[in-house]
């Protein structure tokens, strides 16, 4: 392979990686924000990257959280906690709900929403669809002043939906059962203020617990593909030599 | 007592001088060698606050400017951040010795902490909570917040790595001094661990090994469990510290004040009937103690001190006045000492003192009462020596104010 060819070969490689780097941003280990919004008569979700202000918004599939090995809770013992997933005294690796060094600091965020915008001012976020390692789960809580759990959307035991005060941020315990890399698949909905049927919005987002994510299969072909039209190339272009 | 009406004072003017208002009316009594004067006078130092937040996501702002404040190299400031309540979704900022958190037992109170927060009152005993996540709506939800005000943010500030975990983001250090509590009260304030455990950061005892400070960086936002033992009256004390390139800039002591149980009377005052809408009880210029929005030279605490509407321009009277009175000697009965006579409230958080001086320029304290002294009724304060022709002359005057 001669020079010319191996400098053109890593252009195009470089090319094609923005497209799958997109779909790869690492949320910084901070304040973040699950961003629901409602923007020209539309509701919307979003990671928001609280800090520094004003911040940053990427659409769901743009990024996602990552959660580090050392960042774990052991299933505290107690039927309240079965919510979780996690055998008693089981691991959950955790983005958890009050700020910890080299962790997401994962809220939930709608003060973008003015208020009377919606219905009581409430939408409602429910949980669709979740992939993740096999046997995984994953659980969202918060705990009250003395301890004790309250589940707040689950796909063990916990809540498929909840409601949600729009107008608000709050932090939520993020916890999942098992490395990996999972796909939380979420739709808000809402009923605009003298309206009747509800407005929503999908979106996919993504937590990779000790990995990062895998490209798509669709993905993986281009880059086979391309590889192959390189490797081509490069053949032919030997054998003229 | 009433001896001589002639000698009482049925109206008091009013008048500002500054920051306090003053009341008084001179009298030339009918004998030769007296001049006494009966004042109203409300404390002119410190404010009190007036602002009770009951409701609504609040965040004790920090900000913090550079430059050069009454000589000190830097200035931190504490303000009541408030996310919504009273405008409506907008941001406002509240000056904090101008706020109190008011914390109701309805949505306040629990039956108990059950033995799982040690720090917080005694097994069986209720506490006061105000919960970091999902507060009824009856209680304000109090954070904190590192957003610093337009013109002075907290990025100059050095990073505190050691308390926040981070070693690249400005950072201030809130430092908890003590607190002034009902006899005998806890104050706490902790996070709940993802699992269940307490996170102790700030408590008035001194045996739980609470670190007493936390980090909070420029930007962040945090909520905390805040716990209260006993109903009443809370002053926290806190200081806020960072520096600028290594260098510790002034550390400012604030205060946070919150009243748990029942509002203050006064308070309960000024929210009964049509006397003020919630925003006028939010402003100085209207609702405040020494505001006076029907010119009548009453300002609203007095108003209240004295039974009489803040919203009617009504004249004093001999019931609703201080008057002065001559107060006979039993044992002489020629020779009679002149008081200053008055109603006072059963109001715990109202302070009366009475004071007399020779020339209107020198005041003394005579007389004082407050908290659980104020009786409700009429108070007799007698001078300190009896009438005569030859005796100096004397004033009197009565100062109402709020409890600090």
Excluded at chain 2, 132 to 142: C, K
Excluded at chain 2, 159 to 168: A, F, M, Q, V
């Amino acid at each position: 392979m001669n020079t010319k060819y191996r400098i053109l070969g890593s252009a195009g490689a470089l090319a094609f990686i923005p497209a799958l780097a997109l779909a790869q941003l690492q949320l910084p280990a901070d304040h973040v924000d699950f961003g629901i919004g409602f923007e020209a008569g539309a509701l919307e979700l979003h990671w928001h990257v609280e800090e520094p202000e004003p911040g940053i918004e990427y659409t769901p599939d743009e990024a996602y959280a990552f959660i580090p090995l050392s960042s774990t809770l052991l299933r505290p013992s107690g039927a309240q906690w079965d919510f979780t997933g996690a055998p008693d005294g089981g691991t959950l690796y955790l983005a958890p709900a009050s700020a910890a060094a080299e962790v997401i600091f994962l809220g939930i965020g709608s003060h973008e929403i003015s208020p009377a915008t919606f219905v009581d001012n409430q939408v409602t976020l429910q949980l669709k669809a979740f992939t993740g390692p096999q046997g995984a789960s994953f659980a969202r809580w918060q705990t009250d002043p003395f301890g004790a759990p309250t589940a707040a959307l689950g796909t063990a035991s916990g809540p498929a939906s909840f409601n949600l005060t729009t107008g608000g941020h709050g932090h939520y315990n993020w916890g999942f059962t098992a490395p990996g890399f999972y796909e939380l698949t979420f739709t808000v909905s809402g009923t605009l203020t003298g309206e009747t049927q509800p407005i929503t919005d999908t979106g996919t987002f993504r937590f990779g617990v000790g990995t990062t994510p895998i490209p798509e299969p669709s993905a993986f072909a281009g880059l086979t593909g391309l590889g192959a039209l390189f490797l081509t190339a490069l053949r032919r272009r030997s054998q003229r030599h | 007592m009433k001896l001589n009406p002639r000698l009482s004072l049925p109206g008091a003017a009013m008048r500002g001088t500054g920051c306090s208002l003053q009341a008084a009316v001179a009298c030339r009594c009918l004998l030769p060698a007296w001049c006494l004067l009966a004042a109203w006078c409300l404390l002119p130092a410190p404010l009190p606050a007036q602002l009770y937040l009951n409701s609504g996501h609040i965040d004790l702002n920090v900000a913090f400017s550079a430059e050069k404040a009454g000589g000190e190299p830097a200035l931190f400031g504490l303000s009541a951040h408030h996310v919504s309540t009273l405008s409506g979704g907008a941001t406002v900022d509240e000056p904090i010795d101008h706020t109190v958190f008011f914390v109701p037992d309805s949505g306040g109170k629990f039956p108990s902490a059950g033995g799982i927060l040690p720090f917080l009152g005694k097994t069986g005993q209720p506490v006061w909570l105000i919960p970091s996540n999902n507060p009824p709506a009856s209680i304000p939800w109090v954070g904190m917040g590192g957003y610093g005000l337009a013109s002075s943010g907290l990025d100059a500030l050095d990073p505190i790595p050691e308390l926040t975990g981070n070693d690249t983001v400005p950072a201030v250090r809130v430092r908890f001094k003590g607190a002034i509590t009902p006899a005998g009260a806890d104050f706490a304030l902790w996070q709940t661990g993802s699992g269940g455990t307490p996170v102790l950061y700030f408590s008035n005892r001194p045996d739980t090994g609470a670190p007493q400070q936390f980090g909070l960086r420029s930007g962040q936002h945090i909520h905390f469990n805040w716990g209260f033992s006993l109903p009443g009256y809370y002053r926290l004390r806190l200081q806020l510290e960072g520096s600028l390139d290594g260098v510790p800039v002034a550390a400012r002591e604030v205060t946070v004040d919150f009243v748990i149980g029942e509002l203050p009377l006064y308070e309960q005052w000024r929210r009964t009937g049509s006397r003020f809408t919630d925003l006028e009880r939010a402003t100085r210029i209207v609702g405040g103690p020494l505001a006076d929005p029907d010119g009548d030279g009453r300002p609203n605490l007095l108003e209240y001190a004295c039974a009489t509407e803040p919203r009617v321009a009504d004249k004093p009277t001999a019931a609703n006045s201080a008057t002065l009175h001559l107060i006979p000697d039993p044992a002489k009965p020629a020779l009679a000492t002149p008081g200053l006579a008055f109603t006072r409230l059963a109001d715990p958080l109202l302070v009366y003192r009475v004071e007399t001086s020779p020339d209107l320029a020198s005041w003394s304290e005579t007389w004082s009462s407050t908290r659980e002294n104020n009786q409700a009724g009429w108070v007799t304060v007698p001078g300190t020596a009896p009438l005569s022709a030859t005796a100096p002359r004397s004033f009197f005057r009565l100062r109402i104010g709020l409890v600090e």
